[in-house]
Structure formats: C-alpha cells, structure tokens
C-alpha cells in the first residue's frame, strides 16, 4: 500500500531538520517523513561545519543570507541555552591583511550594521586587549562580539530528539532514485514507494542532482570545494580568546582561512577552499568516482579559464596554501607570531557543496530555492545556512 505523508523532506541535514521542525511547530497535526540516505545524521555539510554562528556582517542586505543570518544565529543561541547545549560566546575580530582590505572594513561594517549584526571598527590598541596575538594591516579591525560558537552535532541531535518525540517519521539508509511529479509520488532505492501532499528537498550535497529528477534546476550544478585543517599543538604558547579572520576577498563566496576556536576550547586554522574531485571525497581517493570527477573537472577548467569572478587567481592562492608553509604564511598575517611548530596535522575536514550556474558561468553567492507544483528545492545552502536554519525554514516552508 502507498502511504501518504502531507509533507515529505529529502535530507537530515540541518536545512531539513529545521523544516521539519517549523513544520510541525505550525502544524501539529502534520504528517512528516524524513528521508536520509546516509546511517546516521550529521556525516557531511552540517556535521563537518566549524560551528561557527555568523552574525550575518558578509552580505549584500537585498540577499536571503542577509535576511536570515542575524535572526538565525539569535534563534540558535536560545535554542542551545533552553536546551542546556553547550555554546561559547567569544567573539570574532576581522582583520585586513593587506591595503586593498582597508576600504572593505567599512564596506563589511556598513552591510553587518543593516544586517542587524553588533559590530564596530576597533583600533589596534583595542584589538590587543580582545586578542593579544592579533595583528592588523592598517590600525583598523572590524569587531563582532555577538559571534558564538556551538557544538552542530549537539543541536542536530537534539531536533533529532525533538522530532521524532513529535511524530515525525526519520528513515535512514535510504534515497529516493525515482519521482513521478504527476501523481506526487518517490521511489526510494529500498523499492518503498510514498505519495506527497508537498516535498522539500534539502539534500544538500546532492541537491542539484535530486532536483534533476523532478525536472527542476537545469542550469545548475554543484562544485565541491574540500576544506582542510591544521590543529593547534596543545604544547604552543599561542593563547586566542575568540576567533580570528581575514578581510574576505568579497567577489567569491568563501572567507578565507581563519581560526576556529571548538566549544571544548581546541582551536583550528582553516579551511582551505580546494577543488575536490567527488562530493564526499574527504580524504586520498575515497570519495571519487569517474562521472563526477568529470563533470567537476570540465566545470573547473571552464571556471578557470574565463576566469569568472577572479576564480584563476583564486585558485592560485588555494593550491599555495596546499603547502604547510604557504598555509603558515597566510596565517602568519593574522597572527604573526605563530609558527610552523604550532600547527598539526587534524583530520577535520569537510566539503563545501558550492552552487555553479553553468548558464552564466558563476558561482552563486546567495541561497537558491525554487518551488514547481508542490515541491520545493533548496538548491544553494552553504555558508551561513547552519547559522540561519531556523529562520531560513521558515521562508523555505513558506515559499
């Protein structure tokens, strides 16, 4: 028999927790099911992410991330303290490293300021007394002191927790292979069949390759970007309060690498933003199969060439920081007092799933979501989306 669910979501995610979590926040009396393809959630995107709750200070104000930053870090802050998870307030200062940054500090402080982020240009003197191993180009920095810092492995249980305590149904170890739009139904690939009164689809990683089989979201693909790490050796007498990041280069969606400061207090450096070859190619060749790697070479070299976006110099100062002493240096511009004996090797590591319009040959810098008929696509979900689940499932669910 074909059971039917008013509401179906494809992905465990945080994107698809939070829509299932409105969802039934608005209707208690809705039938929700959540289909995860992997054991367990919290394997990719949302479980790999830094943690970090952005104040929403990166984005144009007429942009969905602009919208949804602020109120969305303000809505897991409360989450975390009603559900006695843990959550460090430590704040984050963004430093220029070189001079072309120093007009991008007023432009990041206007756009936080509108955003409705707490933000305020410090000097140097300032910066020593935040962070006493900071350094700025200019004399200037831009200070965050709202920015906090969660444990995203904490909070996805807990909506876990929360959701199926409500009545949502989560099954795991399956995806959906098939759709037939017409009669709103999917077959997953355990041979079960469900009928829809609405889908969302919140897969993530493979987004775009779902989308597809809804006949939805033709001009794009997903690019995947592999973000390493290197920890900080517990024997360093390098001590950070907060976090630690560059001016951004603003014509890309990525922020450059920075530090990261864990709620257990370890502290990180990183991500780099490398082309990887598969969407879940992590580490050595796992990960990589030959259709992908195609497909993300051909759009690289595509990207590489027109160089959209500045992405060839990009790219060349990725690859650089491959190498320990070029990923010292960049850090070194931030804290110059760090040296090569600080930083170890981690096994942190994740995947951004990066949005490419292959029409207009760019990377897409906002969240994408598209509705056809009764189903919905979140297509682009990257940074700040862990950020602004909470308020983010509201205009996906209200889209």
Do not use: W
Not at 19 to 45: F, P, W, Y
Not at 234 to 262: A, E, T
Not at 289 to 299: C, F, L, P, R, V
Not at 371 to 390: D, Q
């Amino acid at each position: 028999m074909l059971e039917k669910y008013d509401l179906i979501i494809l992905g465990a995610g945080i994107t698809g927790l939070s829509v299932a979590r409105e969802a039934i926040q608005t209707n208690s009396d809705c039938k929700i099911l959540v289909i995860e393809k992997e054991r367990k959630i919290g394997m990719h995107g949302s479980g790999r992410n830094s943690g970090v709750l952005h104040s929403g200070i990166y984005y144009p104000t007429d942009t969905l991330k602009a919208k949804f930053c602020a109120e969305g870090s303000v809505l897991m802050s409360i989450y975390c303290k009603e559900n006695n998870l843990p959550i460090l307030r430590c704040g984050k200062v963004i430093l220029p490293t070189k001079i072309e940054d120093e007009s991008q500090i007023d432009v990041l402080h206007e756009r936080g300021t509108r955003n409705g982020a707490s933000v305020k240009i410090i000097s140097q003197e300032e910066l020593n007394e935040i962070e006493p191993e900071a350094k700025t180009f200019s004399g200037r920095a831009l200070y965050s002191p709202n920015t906090s810092v969660v444990d995203p492995h904490a909070i996805l249980n807990q909506v876990k927790f929360d959701l199926e305590r409500s009545g949502v149904t989560i099954l795991f170890n399956e995806r959906v292979i098939l759709a037939d739009p017409d009669a709103s139904t999917v077959e997953t690939n355990k041979k079960n069949s469900f009928k829809y009164g609405h889908l969302i689809n919140c897969t993530g990683q493979y987004s775009d390759v779902v989308s597809k089989i809804f006949n939805v979201g033709r001009q794009y693909t997903l690019l995947p970007f592999k973000g390493l790490y290197y920890g900080l050796s517990k024997f360093s007498n390098i001590k950070l309060n907060g976090l630690i990041y560059p001016v951004p280069d603003l014509n890309v969606p990525f922020l450059g690498i920075h530090s990261v400061k864990l709620v257990d207090g370890n502290v990180y450096f990183g991500p780099t933003a490398i082309p990887a070859f598969g969407r879940e190619h992590y580490k050595g060749f796992k990960g990589i199969n030959i259709k992908d790697a195609t497909s993300i070479s051909y759009h690289l070299l595509r990207q590489y060439i027109s160089n959209k976006q500045g992405f060839k110099s990009y790219t060349h100062q990725e690859m650089h920081r491959f190498l320990k002493k070029e990923f010292l240096k960049s850090m070194q511009s931030l804290i110059p007092r760090l040296s090569s004996s600080d930083l170890v090797e981690s096994q942190k590591v994740g995947i951004r799933a990066q949005l490419l319009d292959t029409k207009r040959n760019e990377l897409v810098m906002d969240f994408v979501v598209e509705r056809v008929n009764n189903t919905t696509h979140v297509l682009n979900a990257v940074s700040p989306a862990f950020t602004s689940a909470f308020s983010f499932a509201k205009y996906i669910l209200n889209k």
